[in-house]
């Protein structure tokens, strides 16, 4: 098996091999979040870290996939973007200089319209549509944390779907 292609280290700082190497009682940059080559996923809320699931279950998955299907038929031929996890969305208060930024969620599914919010790294401001498929054991980081996030920092519309609510 080859080795994952990292990010570029942005600055002087040594990459982060372990979850564990973090300090959770400190604040942390969207600079610093570059330089963690963990495999856990992690959600960054004002510089705080939040431990994701691991890979989403095989029921999560196919609620995506049945959410995606509908909305990217919809929007063919319209200037929007859809995205699904794996996918970092960038929250910047003022400066959108890496250093500067304290909060990236990946959320399951978003939309995004204004193509100039995005870059080879995702989506730095709001998107559109925000989807959220809530899990065992994540309800109450989706429900309380990022949907305050997304309501702060102007997500036009935010849905949030329980996997028992699709059936298959």
């Known amino acids: 098996m080859s080795e994952p292609?990292?990010?570029?280290?942005?600055?002087?700082?040594?990459?982060?091999?372990?979850?564990n190497e973090?300090?959770?009682?400190?604040?942390?940059?969207?600079s610093n979040y570059l330089n963690w080559l963990f495999p856990e996923r992690v959600?960054?809320?004002?510089?705080?870290?939040?431990?994701?699931?691991?890979?989403?279950?095989?029921?999560?998955?196919?609620?995506?996939i049945n959410l995606l299907n509908p909305i990217i038929n919809f929007l063919k031929g319209k200037p929007c973007k859809v995205y699904?996890?794996?996918?970092?969305?960038?929250?910047?208060e003022e400066s959108k200089?890496?250093?500067?930024?304290?909060?990236?969620?990946?959320?399951?599914?978003?939309?995004?319209?204004?193509?100039?919010?995005?870059?080879?790294?995702?989506?730095i401001g709001a998107p559109d549509l925000v989807v959220e498929i809530l899990?065992?054991?994540n309800t109450k980081m989706e429900l309380l944390h990022k949907y305050r996030v997304y309501e702060e920092f102007g997500v036009k519309?935010?849905?949030?779907?329980?996997?028992?609510?699709?059936a298959f």
């Not at 973090?22 to 969207?30: F, G, M």
């Open 135 to 137: 899990s065992p054991g």
């Open 5 to 19: 292609v990292p990010y570029p280290v942005l600055n002087d700082d040594e990459p982060v091999r372990q979850f």
């Open 84 to 92: 699904a996890v794996p996918f970092d969305v960038r929250f910047p």
């Open 22 to 30: 973090l300090d959770a009682s400190l604040t942390y940059s969207y």
């Open 43 to 64: 959600d960054l809320i004002e510089g705080k870290i939040f431990k994701m699931s691991p890979a989403p279950s095989r029921v999560h998955q196919g609620v995506s």
């Open 97 to 123: 200089a890496d250093k500067d930024v304290f909060t990236v969620l990946q959320p399951d599914i978003c939309v995004i319209c204004d193509r100039s919010k995005l870059d080879a790294r995702g989506c």
């Open 157 to 166: 519309e935010y849905w949030v779907v329980s996997q028992s609510d699709q």
